[in-house]
């Protein structure tokens, strides 16, 4: 069928179907499976699930047995019906080890983790093993231990974007000394290369992010930050700092005086709505009830355009947004045991039924795509009757070949 279609129209075809479609016609023949895991292919295919995509791939997990956490993937469509949902597996499994973020773009989820006491060493200097994951072919990669070592009471914070210029995933790395005056450290991993590089950083840039969240918007990752020399201070002064993903440079953005004089009295964390850099702004002062306002950039870089777009009465509970559909009609919100969808229209809050033990309240979507699909390190996470439930018969008949012959190898020594 393949051979009567023209090329293009054959690739516009493949680039619509879903991922678990593609996984399945790999066993087609040989060219598809090194199509489908070309690195072209798949940027393309990603780029048009993040266009036509109005589904929210949204994971949660839960405590299931001797401390393992297990994840759900619930998918929910533009009409708000949650129509299907799997069991993953964490791809960490070391007992103790807990995540201290989860960062999501273009389809791969990083999850930074905490150190534990045997990886600190007697100088006091530690690392947290970082993973990328793609739940969607259930596929993991750890990455290599940072060059950077975590001094005692030091700060690391983590981003995750992605290169369009070089096509390529990048994870930033920050370390700062708490109280110190001197410049942060900083570092990137490259997919392609596989390896850590050094980020030179102005020695006049001396800024604390606050959140171990972010939003990635105009090829750069922003967090919420303020001033060092403002670690102490009563007043401090809020920024935005990014970091490009094209040129590796640190910038920062400033608020307008009329939200920083907010900021003060209020917490906040950034993220993403309607494709525009967002505030959300929580009101936890005494004997007001607890709200959010939600700010909005509506011109990229110009501090003034920060913009008030609607204030949610959160009736008394801390719930975060995890996404935004395409019309930016509803919001999807997270409580601690079930998903609400929030109007700003009518400013009511809808229960969609769904119940677990511990969501995740941020950058815990994210779109199905091909990503490490054909990358040496990958390893496949989840039972291993789930996944060869899923895997491709070709591939599955590749897997038993070399599995014997390494038996007869072992056996004969041939």
């Not at 171990?212 to 090829?219: I, L, M, S």
């Not at 494709?275 to 509506?298: A, P, R, T």
């Amino acid at each position: 069928m393949s051979n009567r279609l023209p090329y293009d129209l054959r690739n516009e075809i493949l680039v619509r179907l879903p991922v678990k479609s593609l996984l399945r016609f790999q066993c087609v023949c040989k060219s598809w499976k090194s199509f489908f895991s070309s690195p072209r292919f798949v940027f393309t295919h990603t780029q048009y699930s993040e266009r036509t995509d109005n589904y929210a791939h949204l994971l949660h997990w839960q405590i299931v047995r001797d401390g393992v956490r297990q994840y759900q993937v619930h998918h929910i469509d533009g009409s708000f019906m949650i129509n299907e949902f799997q069991n993953l597996e964490y791809p960490y499994k070391i007992r103790g080890r807990e995540y201290s973020s989860v960062l999501e773009c273009k389809g791969l989820i990083l999850f930074t983790t905490t150190m534990i006491k045997d990886e600190i060493d007697d100088h006091g200097h530690g690392f947290e093993p970082l993973i990328l994951w793609n739940p969607a072919i259930r596929m993991s990669i750890t990455l290599p231990r940072p060059c950077i070592d975590v001094p005692a009471g030091s700060c690391r914070v983590h981003g995750f974007g992605f290169d369009h210029k070089s096509n390529d995933y990048k994870v930033v790395r920050i370390v700062y000394e708490r109280y110190s005056d001197c410049s942060p450290k900083v570092e990137q991993y490259k997919l392609r290369t596989g390896v850590w590089e050094t980020v030179r950083v102005a020695g006049d840039f001396k800024y604390i992010i606050y959140t171990h969240t972010q939003a990635f918007v105009n090829e750069a990752i922003h967090w919420f930050g303020n001033h060092k020399r403002d670690w102490t201070s009563s007043c401090p002064e809020f920024v935005i700092v990014l970091f490009h993903m094209c040129n590796e440079e640190f910038q920062v953005m400033k608020f307008p005086d009329r939200l920083i004089s907010s900021l003060k009295k209020n917490s906040a964390d950034i993220g993403v709505y309607g494709g525009l850099l967002s505030l959300m702004e929580y009101n936890e002062q005494e004997n007001v009830d607890f709200s959010c306002n939600i700010w909005l950039m509506k011109e990229y870089g110009v501090a003034e355009s920060w913009t008030k777009q609607f204030t949610i009465d959160l009736k008394g509970e801390h719930i975060g947004p995890m996404f935004s559909f395409r019309n930016n009609e509803k919001i999807l919100w997270g409580r601690l045991e079930k998903l609400v969808l929030y109007d700003p229209k009518t400013h009511k809050f809808i229960n969609l039924g769904t119940e677990a033990k511990g969501f995740l309240f941020a950058k815990n979507t994210f779109v199905e795509s091909l990503v490490l699909l054909n990358e040496v390190n990958a390893i496949p996470i989840g039972s291993v009757q789930e996944l060869f439930k899923e895997m491709p018969v070709m591939q599955l008949k590749e897997r038993k070949r070399k599995g014997r012959r390494a038996k007869k190898k072992a056996k004969y020594g041939k």
